[in-house]
Each structure stands twice: as structure tokens, then as C-alpha cells.
């Protein structure tokens, strides 16, 4: 039985500053990225085309030679989505931040292996999944730096992590085996209010969502992507 994601998409403007997430999603590879640029535009798109090209070359090629050695507790396909990610950083931070920071990106990637779901991520979105047995859980998780460090945190969202400055923050991987009745959210979002957290299995859908991030906070902007699953 094979399983087939399906992605809707979802923004809220408020009234603070967050970049739009920008996403691209071929079923046909299996390959999903959502990238958030700060800073100069044309970035995600210029993330976009490296990753993707690495990724076609590597699947091409499994001699392919790259400078990064290989992690052994990573499935191969996480190790070539950790090599594509580091190997667009240094792009970016070559075309764009040589004399002075100008950019940078957060990312989530992942890609569908036969019934598993291999993704790497650094900064924001938060990955999400519910399932009917265990409710809520989040996967992948990021908070801004504003939440971190500034006593009132409902400020203009400032990253936590960005790719694309030479120096690598820690880009976190996973797994999970996909089941029929999954649902997984993908969260840009300054923080996650203990509502959400709160959603039975009937009122986990992209418009209950929504509602519940919009009302806790207003002026607190967010992205949102919803996917689901649909058995063949």
C-alpha cells in the first residue's frame, strides 16, 4: 500500500513582519521544500534550484563525491538532504554574505521513502503530526529568538536559526513511518499557543488551525501548511 501527501497552504499577515514561506512540492519525486528567506528576495528560489539539483544528481549518481562526510545514524536520503541543505547554505553565504550578512534562510525539507518520511530542518516551520492514538506531537520544533530573549516576546519575529552565514547552526533530522490516519501541520509561527496543543482528532484540520492560531494572538503572523495523507 503506498501513501500519497497532499500539502494545502495557508498565511496570516497580522500585524508584525514575517517573510512569506515559500514552497515547492513535486509529488512525483516526493521531495518537499518550505523555505523562509530573510533579508535580500530571491534567495528561497536560488535555495530552491540548488537543493533540487543535488538531489536529482545524487539519486543519478550514488558515487557522487561531495566534501561532507557522510552520517552513519542517517538513512541514505536524510544524508542527502543534510548535504543538499549544507551545500545551499554556502552558496548563499557565498553569493550573498561575503563582505556583510545581508541573508539568510531557515528550512524544512523532507522526501517520502516507500512508507517513510526522512526530513531535515533548521529554524522554522515547526513539523506537527496528530494521530488518533497519541494527539498531538511535534516532530521538529522552533521558537523565535524574540521568545527566548526579550521580556514582552509579542515583537516583530526575529529567527532563531538562519542558514547561509558561513558557520552552520545545528540542523536537526528525523523520521517518522507514515500511517493512513496521519496529519501533520507545518507551523511558521513566533510561538505555539497551548490551544493548539488541545485539538482532539475532529478539529485537527487546516480551518480549525487557523482559527485557533489567529485567535490567540491578532497581531502575531503565521504560515501554515497542512498536509494529509491519502492511501493507494
Known sequence: ??????????????????????????????????????????????????????????????????????????????NILRMAVIMASEKINSEFNKEEYTCGFEIFAAIKDGPQWIYVSCGQPTLVVHRPDTGTLPLSQAIDLNVLTLKNPIHDPLPNQLLGLGQHPPIQYGNIRLRGRDKFALISRTYLPSAFFQLNKDEFDIDRISRTLADDNQEVPFWLGFIHLDEM
Not at 496570516?12 to 528567506?37: A, H, I, M, Q, W
Not at 530571491?42 to 544528481?57: D, L, N, P, W, Y
Open 1 to 78: 500500500m503506498d501513501i500519497n501527501i497532499k500539502l494545502t497552504e495557508r498565511s496570516y499577515g497580522g500585524k508584525k513582519f514575517r517573510p512569506n514561506t515559500v514552497v515547492d512540492f513535486e509529488p512525483s519525486n516526493n521531495l518537499l521544500l518550505c523555505v523562509t528567506p530573510w533579508g535580500q528576495t530571491g534567495v528561497a528560489e536560488k535555495v530552491i534550484q540548488s537543493i533540487k539539483s543535488f538531489v536529482t544528481m545524487a539519486n543519478e549518481d550514488t558515487e557522487l563525491t561531495v566534501p561532507y562526510a557522510r552520517k552513519e545514524n542517517l538513512q541514505h536520503f536524510g
